[in-house]
């Protein structure tokens, strides 16, 4: 078994644990920080809309001696706007123009074509109006809303209403930081940008539906027994899905990273820079809040609730006891109560952080 499998075995047997619930104040101000920084890049950069957006013309080229650099001069003293240049897989060349209309197009390609000396009639317009791509907003906005009211029903239905909010909240997280590094970047956003926004919700819901589906196999009976309150559950839980979420998170991004650094980048293959990057921190993004937003605000959520409240004294409480008796050893649990059976003490007794030991099958045998 490999170093990481070894390891996703203890945290799932509980034997190691990592505290990500306790150190939560901490995560929350890492995403708080992250999220302001996001917001001030989105009002003070904005969004580089594409051209299906904001509306223009498109210029493809045959075969030419000119460079990118010099194609972009030409473009903008001909259009007064920002062009966008792409080198194409024939030589040809991509020029992107947005806010112009038809008339502006036709002085356009013709001083296109005079300046890097290929023959007008060889050279491809397309126009965009901008209505296709309010169009298209419009619909990703209320596919986006429709969306979200669906999971929170849902969430709440198949877990709890705590959930169901803290999911919403990561959901919001992540959409925000990755609108935000848009901005901060100053890549374009197109319809292929709208179509990874979208897509990486759904990953990023999955993620923290594994994640809550290990907690509440985990809160079973919790308030039977006093050894571990609703938070230090949480925490257990969490860890026993730790290794899994980041397989799955590892393996999504390969391929993504791919398409952005190596296809995007290196091949120049520019449009693909459009979805990889919102997938890339979209993914990033999920896996994070999965882990270090969504439970930790769900055991927040859960600790006003009066039985967790009432049941965080008891433990405090046998805690404080067996320190005032000098014992050092990790307290024992009292008797079921409520006629619990030692299953379930047994399923929530692991340790929450650190390294533990294990009781034997003989020293379980002694104390019956």
């Not at 644990?17 to 939560?24: A, I, L, P, T």
């Not at 029903?153 to 848009?182: K, P, Q, S």
């Not at 897509?199 to 050894?227: N, P, W």
């Not at 890339?280 to 967790?308: C, H, N, W």
Request: charged residues 20%; without cysteine; glycine residues 12%.
């Amino acid at each position: 078994m490999s170093r990481l499998g070894h390891l996703g075995a203890r945290l799932y047997r509980g034997e190691v644990g990592y505290d990500f619930v306790g150190k939560r104040k901490i995560w929350y101000g890492i995403s708080i920080l992250i999220t302001i920084t996001a917001i001030v890049g989105l009002a003070v950069r904005g969004l580089t809309m594409g051209i299906e957006f904001e509306g223009g013309a498109v210029f493809t080229t045959p075969k030419t001696s000119a460079s990118v650099a010099q194609a972009e001069e030409v473009a903008e003293r001909a259009s007064g706007h920002d062009a966008i240049v792409q080198k194409l897989g024939n030589k040809g060349l991509r020029i992107q123009i947005s806010g112009i209309d038809t008339a502006k197009s036709d002085a356009i390609k013709s001083q296109l074509s005079k300046e890097l000396k290929v023959p007008a009639e060889d050279i491809n317009a397309d126009l965009v109006g901008p209505s296709w791509g309010d169009q298209i907003a419009n619909k990703a906005w209320t596919g986006l809303i429709v969306f979200m009211i669906l999971v929170v029903i849902y969430l709440a239905i198949a877990f709890e209403w705590r959930m169901a909010l803290a999911a919403l909240v990561a959901l919001i997280h992540d959409i925000t930081i990755t609108v935000g590094v848009y901005a901060l970047v100053g890549f374009e956003v197109t319809p292929g940008t709208v179509i990874g926004l979208l897509t990486i919700l759904g990953y990023s819901l999955y993620d923290t539906v594994v994640v809550f589906d290990g907690l509440k196999e985990g809160q079973r009976g919790i308030t039977k027994q006093t050894r571990l309150t609703y938070s230090e559950m949480a925490n257990k839980s969490l860890n026993g899905t730790l290794v899994r979420s980041i397989n799955t998170t590892i393996v999504a991004l390969l391929p993504v990273a791919g398409l952005l650094f190596i296809g995007g980048g290196v091949l120049g293959a520019g449009m693909l820079n459009d979805i990889s990057l919102s997938l890339f921190v979209g993914l990033a993004a999920g896996a994070y809040s999965s882990i270090f937003i969504a439970t930790p605000l769900v055991a927040d959520l859960k600790e006003r609730d009066p039985q967790m409240k009432a049941l965080k004294k008891r433990v405090l409480a046998k805690r404080a006891a067996a320190a005032a008796k000098g014992e050092t050893g990790e307290p024992q649990d009292a008797e079921p109560q409520d006629g619990a059976d030692d299953d379930d003490a047994a399923e929530t007794a692991g340790a929450v952080v650190g390294q533990r030991r294990q009781p034997s099958r003989n020293n379980r045998g002694k104390r019956r």
